[in-house]
């Protein structure tokens, strides 16, 4: 197992995905704060300085998930698939259910090396364009920088969870259609689809859907905490996967590698 | 060459599958032997791909069992592929890899391969001067040769390759068939090779076998067709059987 692993971590560090989405994050925060002036009543971010940005925008980072977990899953699993690269372990003494925890596992790590850098770039360019300033701005409130940090990171921890669930359900739908674009394009409709409704005439449901998890799971244990409502929501999270985790193994178990 | 008391290196029985209801392989029932070079032959489309997608786990039978080595395909996958090297259809590799790159991966994946393994198989097929470029620089039949070695990499008693020469020019398909028929002799591995070459297989083969509609027609060992004066056409044999 750990050197199916191996394998895909190998691959992940050789392809170019995980340097062009590094990019993008970068050029996403300098385009966000270059033109961003504390107070102003148009934008919703609140905080005035740099050290409070990679908390206060971890709502991008969510975003980001969204779009570039069915990119690198689409790539590992249904391209791979198309390109006739995923049986070639197959024909060697792996099991199915091994090759998908692997792929998984270097989800993790994709997952958190892009939390990572994303954090990393928020205080850079957070400090650069807003400056240090003297602590970070947690729901209203100024605490001191280095339990400013602690609890950036912290959040950055928790939501990895719902991030991975999402990787979940999108691992289950790679493994389903076989096709790379219908994964990207399938999950990003649902996900869309979700939104709009839990905005709209299931407003009640939005709670309980993972995409609101994916933007404020961490809130409950961090910001302003409230256990019922993170027991909730974890319980929440748990059926989730629990249901992906089953599509998903199940589907490429009894998959036929036809390509 | 094998014989016929002897446990199959590889056997099939009673393999069928369908696919939206359309039934691409009947009641199939192969057995080959150890030291065979076997030739699976039949037209495009006639399940000779679906055939070895099943014998490797890739595709999983309605009904029927694969046994390689007596070990159940779909028992004890791990313990039957382990004796297993394949190419099934184009060899496909990561592109933006190089060839080494590419059997190191595959090498992790089975106990004991070496990095001096890795090597040794890029020499024996020819690319050991090719091993550190890209596969994505190779030609088709650089990259049939690398899956030769990354098949040859554990040091399988059996391998199964698909249509090997397709796609090849003639010189690429006479490397082929040397190289094929080097290995068989000289490191005892047993072959089942598919093609609707006729021509490339009557050389190649000791024992054939044809199916067409998914089913079996004939099994046979070549020898016991061939004449004393050695004027054996396996394309009379090919014509004969698939018109019964």
């Known amino acids: 197992m750990m050197r199916l692993i191996g394998n895909e971590l190998r691959k992940l560090f050789r392809t170019r995905k995980l340097y062009v989405f590094a990019a993008v994050m970068v050029v996403v925060l300098v385009l966000n704060l270059s033109g961003y002036k504390p107070g102003d009543p148009m934008v919703v971010w609140t905080f005035r300085h740099g050290q409070s940005v990679p908390l206060g925008t971890l709502d991008i980072l969510a975003q980001f998930m969204i779009i570039f977990i069915p990119v690198y899953l689409g790539d590992s699993l249904a391209n791979e698939y198309r390109r006739g690269t995923l049986k070639l372990p197959l024909l060697r003494p792996v099991r199915r259910s091994e090759l998908l925890g692997a792929k998984l596992a270097s989800l993790f790590v994709f997952i958190a090396i892009m939390t990572l850098f994303y954090i990393a770039a928020a205080y850079a360019v957070g400090t650069y364009y807003l400056g240090w300033g ?126 | 060459m094998g014989g016929s008391q002897a446990t199959p290196l590889l056997e099939t029985r009673h393999l069928t599958k369908s696919f939206r209801g359309r039934k691409v392989i009947d009641d199939l029932n192969i057995r080959v032997m150890k030291g065979d070079v076997y030739g699976f032959l039949g037209r495009n489309g006639q399940g000779k791909t679906t055939a070895i997608r099943m014998m490797t786990g890739l595709v999983f039978p309605d ?66 001067s090719r091993a550190r470029d890209k596969v994505k620089t190779y030609s088709l039949g650089m990259k049939q040769r690398l899956g030769i070695a990354n098949a ?53 083969c000791n024992r054939i076998g044809i199916i067409q509609n998914g089913r079996l027609l004939i099994e046979t060992e070549i020898r016991e067709w061939s004449g004393a004066a050695g004027d054996f056409s396996l394309e009379k044999l090919y014509f004969e059987a698939t018109r019964l």
Do not use: C
């Open chain 1, 134 to 259: 003297d602590g970070t701005e947690v729901a209203g409130r100024l605490i001191p920088s280095a339990e400013g940090i602690r609890l950036t990171l912290a959040s950055a921890v928790l939501l990895a969870i719902p991030y991975m669930i999402y990787g979940l359900f999108v691992t289950a739908v790679a493994v389903l259609t076989g096709s790379m674009s219908v994964t990207i394009i399938g999950a990003l409709v649902v996900t869309t689809l979700v939104r709009h409704l839990s905005l709209g005439w299931l407003e009640s449901m939005a709670p309980y859907t993972l995409n609101d998890q994916m933007l404020s799971y961490h809130e409950a244990f961090i910001v302003d905490p409230d256990w019922n409502r993170a027991l909730r929501q974890t319980g929440i999270l748990a059926l989730y996967a629990a249901v992906f985790a089953l599509f998903a193994f199940r589907a490429f178990r009894k998959k036929d590698i036809l390509h």
């Open chain 2, 152 to 204: 040859l990499l554990h040091e399988p008693e059996l391998i199964i390759l698909d249509e090997p020469t397709n796609g090849l020019d003639p010189q690429g398909m006479k490397e082929m068939k040397e190289l094929i028929l080097q290995l068989a002799s000289e490191k005892n591995i047993t072959f089942f090779i598919s093609s609707h070459l006729l021509h490339e297989m009557q050389d190649l």
């Open chain 2, 63 to 128: 009904a029927g069992d694969v046994l390689i080595k007596g070990i159940s395909l779909r028992m004890d996958f791990k313990r039957a592929i382990s004796h297993v090297g394949a190419i099934v259809e184009t060899p496909a590799f990561h592109d933006y890899l190089t060839g080494y790159e590419n059997l190191a991966l595959m090498a992790n994946l089975a106990p004991g391969v070496s990095k001096n393994r890795i090597r040794e198989v890029l020499d024996i097929v020819g690319l050991g």
